[in-house]
T-cell receptor, first 112, second 119 residues
Framework: GESVGLHLPTLSVQEGDNSIINCAYS??????FIWYKQESGKGPQFIID?????DKRQGQRVTVLLNKTVKHLSLQIAATQPGDSAVYFCAEKENYGQNFVFGPGTRLSVLP | NAGVTQTPKFRVLKTGQSMTLLCAQDMNHEYMYWYRQDPGMGLRLIHY???????AKGEVPDGYNVSRLKKQNFLLGLESAAPSQTSVYFCASSYGRQGLGNQRMDEQFFGPGTRLTVL
C-alpha cells in the first residue's frame, strides 16, 4: 500500500565493503533488465544491463546476476565508495514490449 | 550535447489550473516517455511515444495528455491539476527499435525532473 511505499528499503555498508542490492521481478516474460542509480535531486542514471540469455554481467566495479528460475536480480558493487550513496532501481521489460516496469528502489547508504 | 532537458524545474499550481511540461532531447531518439515518481516509490509510466506524431498510454495516464509534434520534443499537459498530481515528473528517451550497432537500444536517458506541487 501507499504507507509501505513511503519507506524505502535501506542498505547501509561501510566504505570499502562490497554491497549487494536485490530485486525480485514478477513477469516471467521479462527478458531485459537494467539497474539504475538515482542520486538526490537527479534523474535515474544507467548502471548496467543484462538480457535473459545471460546469468551474469560485469562492469566497472559492478556485477549484475540474474536468476530466472526464482525471478531474482541482484547488483553487486565492489569496494563501495561514498559516491555510491543513492537509490538503486531495477527495471524489467519484455522482449517486444516498449515499456519498462520499475521496482520501488533500495537506498544505499555508505558509512565512513 | 545537452541530453534530455526539462522545463520548468519547479512549479506550484492551484487545483484546477492547467500547465504544460516540456521535454527536449538532442540525441535523435525515437522513443520518449513521461514518468511520475512519488515519495519512496519507483517510476510509473504516464504516457510514451514511439515516434513523431504517435503517443500511447502508460500505467497511470488519467488526468494527463501528451503530444509529440516534433521528434525532439515531448509535451505533458495537465488540463485541470489535482493535489494527487503532486509529484516529481521525469522525461526519458531511448533509441528504441532504430538503435544502431552496439548502442543499447532500450537504455533510457532521463532528464533532471520537474517538481510539481498542486495546492
Amino acid at each position: 500500500g501507499e504507507s509501505v511505499g513511503l519507506h524505502l528499503p535501506t542498505l547501509s555498508v561501510q566504505e570499502g565493503d562490497n554491497s549487494i542490492i536485490n530485486c525480485a521481478y514478477s513477469n516471467s516474460a521479462s527478458d531485459y533488465f537494467i539497474w539504475y542509480k538515482q542520486e538526490s535531486g537527479k534523474g535515474p542514471q544507467f548502471i548496467i544491463d543484462i538480457r535473459s540469455n545471460m546469468d551474469k554481467r560485469q562492469g566497472q566495479r559492478v556485477t549484475v546476476l540474474l536468476n530466472k528460475t526464482v525471478k531474482h536480480l541482484s547488483l553487486q558493487i565492489a569496494a563501495t565508495q561514498p559516491g555510491d550513496s543513492a537509490v538503486y532501481f531495477c527495471a524489467e521489460k519484455e522482449n517486444y514490449g516498449q515499456n519498462f516496469v520499475f521496482g520501488p528502489g533500495t537506498r544505499l547508504s555508505v558509512l565512513p | 550535447n545537452a541530453g534530455v532537458t526539462q522545463t520548468p524545474k519547479f512549479r506550484v499550481l492551484k487545483t484546477g489550473q492547467s500547465m504544460t511540461l516540456l521535454c527536449a532531447q538532442d540525441m535523435n531518439h525515437e522513443y520518449m516517455y513521461w514518468y511520475r515518481q512519488d515519495p519512496g516509490m519507483g517510476l510509473r509510466l504516464i504516457h510514451y511515444s514511439v515516434g513523431e506524431g504517435t503517443t500511447a498510454k502508460g500505467e497511470v495516464p488519467d488526468g494527463y495528455n501528451v503530444s509529440r509534434l516534433k521528434k525532439q520534443n515531448f509535451l505533458l499537459g495537465l488540463e485541470s491539476a489535482a493535489p494527487s498530481q503532486t509529484s516529481v515528473y521525469f522525461c526519458a528517451s531511448s533509441y528504441g527499435r532504430q538503435g544502431l550497432g552496439n548502442q543499447r537500444m532500450d537504455e533510457q536517458f532521463f532528464g533532471p525532473g520537474t517538481r510539481l506541487t498542486v495546492l
